[in-house]
């Protein structure tokens, strides 16, 4: 049972990144996900969910028009396409899966690292 | 926007009881979530719905839940218990998802 984030990397401000997160071990389509991000030295922050239908998707205010969270359940994976990226976004991202659609995040990868600056 | 307030920091000595605080209005009305997050390592759920503990979390790790507040008290503290502690939960619509700024949890 993991998940498994990748795509992070440099990028200018202004410029556009797709990460990915791919799953494995559980009824993925079942299943509601989020990105969380951490900032260096910083703490916590949920950023997107979306359940099993993609149906439901909420984004956090910081992000909300700018990133679009996305899920393929022929192929248990993820994906965070973000753009209009700015210095502040500069983070690791989480793939969470959460047992709630409130909270309960249950299961969390390793982050992949996005770097914004010029 | 929403904000859950924790304290920066709480030390304590080894087999002490330590008590991490956490509140937000909408805490009478929404589940709180505990994570432990050590450096360098991924979050992991210590807590869910303000009293439950995961499996594989020692039963020293308990919940409790008071109005504007929820705490997370950890009794007879070991040195291993010593990492950033935050808490989770939503606010009144259920769509916005928020995190404490974290707890410091030094073993003296």
């Known amino acids: 049972v993991q998940v498994v984030e990748s795509g992070g990397g440099l990028v200018q401000p202004g410029g556009s990144l797709r990460l990915s997160c791919k799953t494995s071990?559980?009824?993925?389509?079942?299943?509601?996900m989020n990105w969380v991000r951490q900032a260096p030295g910083k703490g916590l922050e949920w950023i997107s969910h979306?359940?099993?239908?993609?149906?439901?998707?909420y984004y956090a205010e910081s992000v909300e028009g700018r990133f679009i969270f996305s899920r393929d359940n022929a192929d248990d994976s993820l994906y965070l396409q973000m753009n209009r990226l700015r210095a502040e976004d500069t983070a690791v991202y989480y793939c969470v899966r959460s047992v709630d659609p409130r909270g309960a995040f249950d299961l969390w990868g390793q982050g992949t690292m996005v770097i914004v600056s010029s | 926007s929403y904000e859950l307030t924790q304290p920066p920091l709480v030390s304590v000595s080894p087999g002490e009881t330590a008590s991490i605080t956490c509140s937000g209005h909408a805490l009478p009305r929404q589940y709180a979530y505990w994570y432990r997050q050590k450096p360098g390592q991924a979050p992991v759920m210590v807590m869910y719905?303000?009293?439950h503990r995961p499996s594989g979390i020692p039963d020293r790790f308990s919940g409790s839940a008071s109005g504007t507040n929820v705490a997370l008290t950890i009794t007879g503290v070991q040195a291993e218990d010593e990492a950033d502690y935050y808490c989770?939960?939503?606010?009144?619509?259920?769509?916005?998802?928020?995190f404490g700024g974290g707890t410091r949890l030094t073993v003296l």
């Open positions: 071990g559980f009824a993925f389509n079942q299943n509601n």
């Open positions: 979306i359940n099993g239908t993609s149906y439901v998707k």
């Open positions: 719905k303000d009293v």
């Open positions: 989770q939960s939503a606010d009144d619509t259920g769509t916005l998802l928020v």
